[in-house]
């Protein structure tokens, strides 16, 4: 069979995903500023595609044209031909949902006000304002033959492009980055009269409106005109392998590397003007190969996740208070209450305190004697590293492993390695070909003579901030079998060479693939001798070809396979003769949803797994990954009913077809059920029964 019919495009499916993201822009029944704010994340998720995977497109074109591979480079060209047709589709919607959601904020008195809609106080007071507190961050980019302009911007940034027009002169150019970093995008201005009326302006139209105050006297001209556009850059990167530089020296290095990437992508204001925009796309080195289009007035959209809510409450979710743990909470200690009973907590449901808790009484308890970590991603005020630090100083051997290349976070891991080390921490910065990715923690302490581990394994990272809207599991374990695994793994980054074996643990890239793949084929065994067989998963991205194929040959053996994905997925449902016992959704909702999770049937002796790997070659088979088993049957009997809540949501779970249309899942005579909220409300009724 085709393999186009066999495997959905995974950057296709990617954009199908941030569609979905859309949705819940223009679902009315969202609060407005979460509508907003889901705008910022649909545009902060398309900045990433581009810097990814579109630049990943981009980079297959030019490597197979090299090799004079003519077929991978017409099907290359074609794919980055259908992104940006859907793109395009996309950002049309965009600007439709932008506009409806201004005007909903308008009927609850939040104006958005553009610089043409201010009357004379507010203009007055931007004025004032710009003088005192904006100006001082405006520095132009003058443009003349010499400017290389593709050198001088981020990636990052939201720029105006700036036309200095003189009569029967030639026009000159003119760039200014709007400083987001040094303030608020979002200007709040005050009341002339009465307070229930709330008004914002932004700070780009800010700008526009006194850029005279800012080239007045330095450039003559008749006329300005300023219009916002933002430059995309490919965020992959190179580092050398001269044997002399440290490991944090070449990433450091990278870093610089991936300022001066090329672009591959430019949105401009649909109304600039034509000469201005063949000048901009001239400036930038534009290629047929990248993305340009004109979109609406604001650029950088992704700020607007941090959109401030300046009325009434209902315009945002109704809060869910973070649930207690009673297995945590009835014991002295986070160390009686995991001798007590496996634990099981599920954020952001659950408090992430207990976490913190954990490496908090780990610093200063005397029987404890070691601590290890990964670290992938932390919140910039970590109660985690400060708890480790903690521990250094209380005489405890603390070894962290950092990866430094978590995209997009590798400046901040190298500077917690700096702080770290400088500490007394004994940082190890991983293995140089593989990405650590686990989401590990294993406490060591001394009792009655023996050295016992207290084992964390968690599909999401040890992050203050994310735990409050990402969903993840965090397994806590005294389970020596499991914890001394765990501490292999430890072992496994410090010293790869060394033969490891692991019986319970999938650790990536060891066997995680062959574990997964014989569990898939056991359920078919089951099936065969007449017992229950059946295939239940949670990932967030599903592109892997070997394990689809693996699916794929289940389902035409007859065994039910149910999966929820939260973003891409090449595994095509509903193929006659090939998938037609696969069925997946696909939920977004208010939190973004993260865990990772496999249930396998077993002939009723049902076997459960959380991991940190999704299923992607690069998580099988480039990263050192860890799933776990949870053996106790209750919280097995959790995760179960979890995940059939999601199975049950009729408000906002999607079909994942083979055309990835995105249609909800029909909801019929069934009542309505919003599966994080029940989740929350199955949590709370479980910890009250305790």
């Not at 006000?113 to 520095?139: E, G, M, P, S, T």
Request: proline share 3%; glycine share 4%; aromatic share 10%.
């Amino acid at each position: 069979m085709d393999s186009n019919v066999l495997y959905y495009p995974a950057e296709l499916s990617w954009l199908a995903f941030n569609e979905r993201v859309l949705q819940e822009a223009a679902d009315k029944n969202t609060p407005a500023v979460e509508r907003i704010r889901f705008l910022g994340i649909y545009s902060n998720n398309l900045d990433e595609f581009y810097r990814v995977r579109a630049a990943g497109v981009k980079r297959q074109i030019t490597i197979a044209q090299n090799d004079g591979n003519e077929e991978e480079a017409e099907r290359q060209i074609k794919l980055m031909a259908q992104i940006q047709q859907k793109v395009v589709q996309l950002s049309e919607k965009f600007d439709e949902i932008h506009k409806d959601v201004v005007k909903e904020l308008a009927r609850y008195n939040i104006y958005i006000l553009r610089k043409n809609d201010l009357n004379d106080y507010q203009q007055q007071w931007v004025r004032n304002f710009f003088i005192n507190k904006v100006l001082r961050h405006i520095a132009p980019i003058i443009i003349d033959k010499k400017t290389d302009l593709l050198k001088r911007l981020n990636g990052t940034s939201v720029y105006l492009y700036v036309a200095l027009r003189r009569k029967e002169r030639n026009t000159r150019y003119a760039v200014i980055q709007v400083p987001t970093t040094e303030m608020s995008r979002f200007m709040l201005i005050p009341p002339e009269k009465s307070k229930k009326k709330k008004h914002i302006i932004m700070l780009d139209d800010m700008i526009q409106l006194c850029l005279e105050d800012i080239f007045r006297g330095f450039i003559k001209y008749d006329e300005l005109e300023s219009f916002s556009f933002k430059m995309t850059r490919d965020a992959e990167y190179s580092i050398n392998d001269e044997i002399d530089e440290s490991y944090v020296e070449k990433m450091s290095e990278s870093m610089k590397q991936r300022l001066i990437a090329e672009p591959v992508r430019v949105i401009y204001d649909t109304d600039m003007p034509d000469d201005m925009m063949q000048d901009l796309r001239k400036r930038l080195k534009i290629t047929k190969l990248d993305t340009m289009h004109a979109a609406g007035h604001y650029r950088n959209f992704k700020d607007f996740i941090g959109f401030p809510n300046v009325g009434r409450e209902y315009l945002e979710h109704t809060p869910l208070p973070a649930i207690d743990s009673k297995a945590f909470s009835k014991h002295n200690t986070v160390f009686d209450a995991i001798s007590a009973n496996d634990i099981l907590l599920h954020y952001p449901y659950h408090r992430f305190l207990h976490f913190t808790e954990f490496l908090r009484q780990a610093a200063f308890d005397p029987n404890v004697r070691t601590i290890r970590i990964n670290i992938y991603r932390v919140a910039s005020n970590s109660r985690i590293i400060n708890s480790l630090i903690d521990a250094v100083d209380n005489g405890k051997k603390v070894t962290v492993v950092v990866e430094i290349r978590a995209r997009f976070d590798e400046e901040a891991n190298i500077e917690w390695s700096k702080r770290m080390t400088e500490a007394g921490i004994r940082v190890v910065l991983g293995v140089p070909t593989l990405k650590i990715h686990s989401k590990l923690c294993i406490v060591s302490r001394e009792e009655r003579g023996s050295l016992i581990h207290y084992a964390h394994f968690g599909t999401g990272n040890f992050n203050e901030k994310t735990a409050k809207i990402y969903t993840d599991y965090s397994l806590f374990t005294r389970n020596q079998e499991l914890a001394d695994e765990g501490v292999a793994v430890f072992d496994l980054i410090q010293y790869p060479y060394r033969r490891y074996k692991f019986q319970h643990l999938q650790i990536s890239p060891l066997n995680s693939r062959t574990k997964i793949q014989s569990l898939i084929r056991q359920e078919i065994q089951h099936l065969n001798q007449g017992q229950n067989a059946q295939i239940t998963f949670k990932i967030n991205n599903l592109v892997d070809k070997e394990l689809i194929d693996d699916l794929y040959r289940a389902s035409q053996s007859g065994v039910k396979i149910r999966g929820i994905v939260r973003g891409m997925c090449s595994l095509n449902p509903g193929i006659k003769g090939v998938s037609d016992n696969i069925e997946i959704i696909s939920i977004v909702d208010r939190f973004l949803e993260h865990p990772r999770v496999m249930i396998f049937e077993g002939g009723g002796d049902r076997k459960v797994f959380i991991s940190s790997a999704d299923w992607m070659t690069r998580n099988m088979d480039n990263r050192i990954e860890v799933g776990c088993p949870v053996y106790d049957r209750e919280l097995q009997q959790r995760i179960v009913d979890i995940m059939e809540l999601q199975f049950n949501d009729t408000l906002k779970a999607r079909v994942i077809d083979t055309e990835q249309t995105n249609q909800y899942v029909p909801r019929g005579n069934r009542k309505k059920v919003r599966s994080q909220v029940e989740i929350y409300n199955y949590l709370k009724q479980l910890e009250a029964d305790l």
